[in-house]
């Protein structure tokens, strides 16, 4: 299995709270991403980096926010839950290039959010 | 904007037998990459197989393989002796540059 991992794995949590999903990785990957997953859904990328200090957006508007401090570590924060947020949420990353094996992306095992 | 299809929300195939997962996806570009991903329950996404547009060549891992027709947008993974552990969802996804679309899924059954 890959070397990236998330925590929590699950949390439940009250309306109004603050939260930050940990992500971390240790293939020195430059490229790391978010994903929201509803169940038996597909991904949707909410938050990626090329690297440190560098945040995007991706194209599913979400109300997180993400920082990239160090290469290995992505966390995202909810500053405020609401019961909108309760999904899946999936860290990935991948390696800098054009080849297609850099191209690919290593998955950590999600988070499940539920908000109260 | 880059859309992927996977219609087929449910798949069952016999354990020893051949399934073949369905994606089609709309680009107008030329250069990009194809995954197919697996999810299993409760477990992590893993790559299954990958092809770059640029190769004719279909990709080949093992028992999966990959029917990439290029000009039709369609990339579809065939699974030969199926096996239990092949149980999962499994996503098609397009890759170019900033932007990466995954489809729905289609989740699998292996019958013993």
């Known amino acids: 299995e890959a070397d990236i991992y998330q925590t929590p794995r699950y949390l439940v949590i009250g309306t109004g709270k603050k939260i930050t999903l940990e992500c971390s990785q240790t293939?020195?990957?430059?490229?790391m991403y978010w994903y929201q997953q509803d169940p038996g859904m597909e991904l949707h990328l909410i938050h990626y980096?090329?690297?440190?200090?560098?945040?995007e957006k991706g194209d599913l508007s979400s109300e997180s926010t993400v920082s990239r401090i160090r290469t290995e570590h992505f966390p995202l924060t909810l500053e405020s839950a609401r019961p909108s947020h309760t999904s899946q949420y999936l860290c990935?990353?991948?390696?800098?290039?054009?080849?297609?094996?850099?191209?690919?992306?290593?998955f950590g095992p999600g988070t499940r959010l539920l908000v109260l | 904007a880059q859309t992927v299809t996977q219609s087929q929300p449910e798949m069952s195939v016999q354990e020893a037998e051949t399934v073949t997962l369905s994606c089609t996806y709309d680009?107008?570009?030329?250069?990009?990459?194809l995954f197919w991903y697996k999810q299993p329950p409760s477990r992590q996404m893993i790559l299954v197989i990958r092809?770059?547009?640029?190769?004719?060549q279909n990709a080949t891992e093992n028992r999966f393989s990959v029917n990439f027709q290029k000009a039709a947008k369609s990339f579809s993974l065939k699974i030969s002796d199926s096996q239990l552990g092949d149980a999962a969802m499994y996503f098609c996804?397009?890759?170019?540059?900033?932007?990466?679309?995954f489809g729905a899924g289609t989740r699998l059954t292996v019958k013993p």
């Open positions: 996804a397009y890759r170019r540059i900033n932007d990466m679309r």
């Open positions: 092809q770059e547009a640029y190769k004719q």
């Open positions: 293939m020195g990957h430059d490229k």
């Open positions: 980096s090329y690297g440190v200090n560098s945040t």
């Open positions: 990935a990353s991948s390696e800098d290039g054009r080849l297609a094996a850099q191209e690919t992306q290593y």
């Open positions: 680009t107008s570009e030329s250069d990009y990459y």
